[in-house]
Antibody, heavy 119, light 111 residues
Framework: EVQLVESGGGLVQPGGSLKLSCAVSGFTFSDSAMHWVRQASGKGLEWVGRIRSKANSYATAYAASVKGRFTISRDDSKNTAYLQMNSLKTEDTAVYFC??????????WGQGTLVTVSS | QSALTQPASVSGSPGQSITISCTGTSSDVGSYNLVSWYQHHPGKAPKLMIY???KRPSGVSNRFSGSKSGNTASLTISGLQAEDEADYSCSSYAGSTTIVVFGGGTKLTVL
């Protein structure tokens, strides 16, 4: 069974930082790109960014709304992906999901972790 | 505002069929046969229901089907069941820079 478990969410002040983790099991993590998607309360899903596999040079891409502030990384030895979030804004408040794929049948999602940016 | 446009809500009675639309542009839905649909129950992990416009992952009921015409994709659920009540979101590949765009989600109510 494929499982993705996000962790690291919480309350942070505007301008602060937070690092999310996504632990993956039951799936060939090292061969897969990993995406982060978020959903603010009452809003639709928003793609945040992705990191490709080692075979694709760990290439990253980000949404314009987070580019320059968020960084995605991965540790294939731990089957874990990360989302480092800096210079957080109130509009970054959302549930953050990690996802294995978004265009194929290998699309598995975690349950999400809540990030609240508030003073 | 989401990149793809979905109706905020749809409803139907058990046994009926409903269709949820997902309208994009020639830069996303219209250019790629890479539209996916997700079922999302609050507090749970979203579940893939349709990928590549019309394909069903293993284990997904054949009551779920997808289609596309021009810049609009659609999800049809036939023989509605109470368990189908959930939020449904569409997504589309949008090129090597934007990567993926999502719809705003549609809440399905089974009456």
């Amino acid at each position: 069974e494929v499982q993705l478990v996000e962790s690291g969410g919480g309350l942070v002040q505007p301008g602060g930082s937070l690092k999310l983790s996504c632990a993956v099991s039951g799936f060939t993590f090292s061969d897969s790109a990993m995406h982060w998607v978020r959903q603010a309360s009452g809003k639709g899903l928003e793609w945040v960014g992705r990191i490709r596999s080692k075979a694709n040079s760990y290439a990253t891409a980000y949404a314009a709304s987070v580019k320059g502030r968020f960084t995605i990384s991965r540790d294939d030895s731990k089957n874990t992906a990360y989302l480092q979030m800096n210079s957080l804004k109130t509009e970054d408040t959302a549930v953050y999901f990690c996802v294995t794929a978004l265009t194929t049948d290998s699309s598995y999602w975690g349950q999400g972790t809540l990030v609240t940016v508030s003073s | 505002q989401s990149a793809l446009t979905q109706p905020a809500s749809v409803s139907g009675s058990p046994g009926q069929s409903i269709t949820i639309s997902c309208t994009g542009t020639s830069s996303d839905v219209g250019s790629y046969n890479l539209v996916s649909w997700y079922q999302h129950h609050p507090g749970k992990a979203p579940k893939l229901m349709i990928y590549e416009v019309t394909k069903r992952p293993s284990g997904v009921s054949n009551r779920f089907s997808g289609s596309k015409s021009g810049n609009t994709a659609s999800l049809t659920i036939s023989g509605l069941q109470a368990e189908d009540e959930a939020d449904y979101s569409c997504s589309s590949y949008a090129g090597s820079t934007t990567i993926v765009v999502f719809g705003g989600g549609t809440k399905l109510t089974v009456l």
